[in-house]
């Protein structure tokens, strides 16, 4: 479980680095700008633990235009992030869906979040916010994109 919250990428914090409740609705993320989906499915992935399942990546229009740069980019205030996790169910021959596993948010608010480097993070699993400290269960594995202003994913179009 430790290992999920350093590597999830997601939402809010206060300057005493505890999460505050973040969330964006499916119906409304959903209609937002699709950065990209993956499958991790082998356990022979680095991140199959936590990681395995169906990945889906939005962001809100604030973010598109610094999403599509994978490098020396600088989001927006009001860039929002979305990462959603989904069990992965084979059946002759394809994956699909199965329950969602996580939902995970980003806010970019230099302001609010100076002490993560203007993100605050927030993740859900079954309904309740498992981000305790943001800049402990989040930042820390974000920092190693620094050169990306702090995200992992880059639009793949």
Not at 130 to 146: A, F, G, L, T, Y
Request: hydrophobic content about 30%; overall charge positive.
């Amino acid at each position: 479980m430790k290992k999920l919250l350093l590597l999830l990428s997601l939402v809010l914090f206060t300057n005493s680095f505890s999460s505050e409740n973040f969330k964006i609705s499916s119906e409304e993320y959903r209609g937002w700008n699709h950065v990209k989906s993956m499958v991790i499915y082998s356990e022979s992935h680095p991140l199959f633990n936590p990681f395995g399942g169906i990945h889906h990546v939005y962001t809100n229009d604030k973010g598109l235009k610094t999403v599509k740069k994978c490098s020396s980019r600088k989001f927006k205030e009001g860039s929002v992030l979305v990462f959603v996790l989904y069990k992965a169910n084979e059946s002759n021959g394809a994956f699909t869906e199965g329950v969602k596993k996580i939902e995970a948010f980003m806010v970019k608010n230099s302001k609010k979040y100076k002490n993560t480097n203007g993100w605050g993070y927030s993740a859900y699993m079954n309904g309740k916010n498992i981000v305790k400290n943001m800049r402990k269960d989040c930042h820390s594995c974000h920092s190693q994109v620094k050169n990306k202003d702090y995200v992992f994913s880059c639009w793949t179009r």
